[in-house]
């Protein structure tokens, strides 16, 4: 059964700050999913990556197979970043291909 | 495209009532998926479809629960009958090559 860990549970930075989450998963998969969720409730997919790197503006994501682990980096923190952000790691251990399984969710509050 | 459409929005029903919450997926996506989102356990895939067909439904809470696909444009979550504990935020979202798309979510509450 895989599991996917992520750290921190909760983060606070200043404005202009580097951020990373990290997100740990247990078995190989087919893919990794970043996904941010804002106190409204919807929920935007950031990134899907199966290797290397993806860069979409100030928002990176990395992934190491052989380690199993992901991160997701925010340069030059804002506070419209502030957002619940969730890893989900996609098929693997067993499950079927399109299964996503969610870490518990890393809580961003960016302040000014 | 509109995105992924959910309805209704919000839904506030009796327990014991019938609930069915909709979904029309992004057109040309071939998975669909109904998660469930609650303060407790979090993000929860309930079932998902490729190309119509129900394909893993192992996150469905039990036999009042099911869902259908009568076509690639449309599903359906049905709870029948509800209780309280269904109270949640359920989001749809569907995927073609590559990341999933969520609906904005069907908030239920269960009386």
């Known amino acids: 059964k895989n599991e996917v860990e992520q750290s921190p549970q909760n983060l606070t930075a200043q404005e202009g700050e580097f951020i990373t989450i990290n997100c740990s998963y247990s078995v190989g998969i087919s893919a990794l999913h970043w996904l941010q969720q804002h106190p409204g409730g919807g929920i935007v997919s950031l990134f899907m990556?199966?290797?290397g790197k993806k860069k979409h503006g100030r928002l990176i994501a990395t992934i190491n197979i052989q380690e199993k682990h992901s991160s997701l980096h925010i340069t030059a923190s804002h506070p419209r970043d502030s957002a619940v952000y969730i890893c989900?790691?996609?098929?693997?251990?067993?499950?079927?291909?399109?299964?996503?399984?969610f870490g518990q969710g890393t809580i961003l509050t960016v302040h000014p | 495209d509109a995105g992924v459409i959910q309805s209704p929005r919000h839904e506030v029903t009796e327990m014991g009532q019938e609930v069915t919450l909709r979904c029309k997926p992004i057109s040309g996506h071939d998975y669909l998926f109904w998660y469930r989102q609650t303060m407790m356990r979090g993000l929860e895939l309930l079932i998902y479809?490729?190309?119509?067909?129900?394909?893993?439904d192992s996150g469905m809470p039990e036999d009042r629960f099911s869902a259908k696909m009568p076509n690639a444009s449309f599903s359906t979550l049905k709870i029948q009958p509800s209780e309280p504990r269904d109270s949640a935020v359920y989001f749809c979202?569907?995927?073609?090559?590559?990341?999933?798309?969520f609906g904005p979510g069907t908030r239920l509450t269960v009386l």
């Open positions: 990556l199966s290797s």
């Open positions: 479809f490729n190309n119509n067909v129900p394909i893993d």
């Open positions: 979202a569907s995927q073609g090559y590559n990341e999933q798309f």
């Open positions: 989900a790691s996609q098929g693997g251990g067993g499950t079927s291909y399109g299964k996503l399984t």
